[in-house]
């Protein structure tokens, strides 16, 4: 395929077509895209053909990245994070997706306490135990949902998850599913609906899939950059 505006196109062009397929209006369907071990040059052109958000898995690489490009892009924080590393991150960052303690919200609240700040994030679920390692289980969710909703200068504003890598695409179908149908659970505990209200789900193996089953947010990086590995394959 051609440069990385044609590939971002097609994925553009692709999450339209699956909220479509099922009903919902495309524009509900937001794109991260995930621009980790690329070069700066490479995210400054997939910003040029219109992407509006970056996802990044490593907070030295986040912070430098937006050192060198600004904020003319939402950075979104992707990864695991340390709480050590909070700090670094609440100056700027639109949406931290992968919260998934209380000790780790309460270090985000205290720090955007203190810029006067409210810290977007988002609960990462682990619904399988398998997929990645981290993530709280299904069944502590909404405990920490309540809890992180009382926190002052942090908003949920929903779940995040990473199921395991599938073979095929529809190996993630359940997965998504079971994302849909937690947030029908956190709305039925009296959770807010804006706490609940983004899913960010899918990556370039799935996020057709992600999308028709209710994904607001896809973080999609292999299909936009190319391989990490080799980035010019
Ligand atoms: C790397 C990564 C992605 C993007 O993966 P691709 O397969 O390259 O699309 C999405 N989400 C998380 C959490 C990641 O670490």
Redesign the pocket.
């Known amino acids: 395929m051609g440069g990385i505006a044609d590939r971002l196109a097609d994925v553009q062009q692709r999450i339209a077509e699956a909220a479509r397929r099922v009903g919902r209006d495309p524009q509900e369907a937001r794109l991260v895209a995930?621009s980790?071990t690329h070069p700066v040059e490479l995210v400054r052109e997939a910003i040029a053909a219109g992407v509006g958000a970056l996802?990044e898995?490593y907070v030295q690489e986040l912070v430098n990245k937006r050192e060198a490009i600004g904020d003319a892009v939402e950075w979104h924080f992707?990864?695991h994070l340390q709480t050590n590393k909070a700090r670094q991150l609440v100056p700027f960052c639109a949406l931290v997706?992968g919260v998934d303690s209380l000790r780790l919200a309460e270090e985000l609240d205290g720090r955007a306490a203190r810029l006067g700040r409210c810290q977007p994030v988002l609960i990462e679920v682990n619904l399988s135990g398998e997929g990645t390692k981290f993530g709280v289980g299904e069944a502590d969710v909404i405990g920490l949902a309540q809890a992180i909703s009382r926190l002052p200068n942090v908003e949920l504003r929903g779940l995040m998850t990473?199921p395991p890598f599938p073979a095929e695409p529809e190996d993630s179908r359940p997965y998504f599913i079971a994302m849909r149908v937690l947030r029908e659970k956190l709305r039925e505990a009296g959770i807010a609906p804006k706490h609940c209200a983004e899913l960010s789900m899918g990556?370039?193996?799935d996020y057709e899939i992600a999308v028709e089953e209710g994904a607001t947010l896809v973080?999609?990086?292999?299909?936009i950059f190319g391989s990490?590995d080799a980035p010019n394959a």
């Open positions: 995930v980790k996802g898995n992707i990864g997706h990473m990556m370039t193996a973080r999609v990086g292999t299909a990490r």
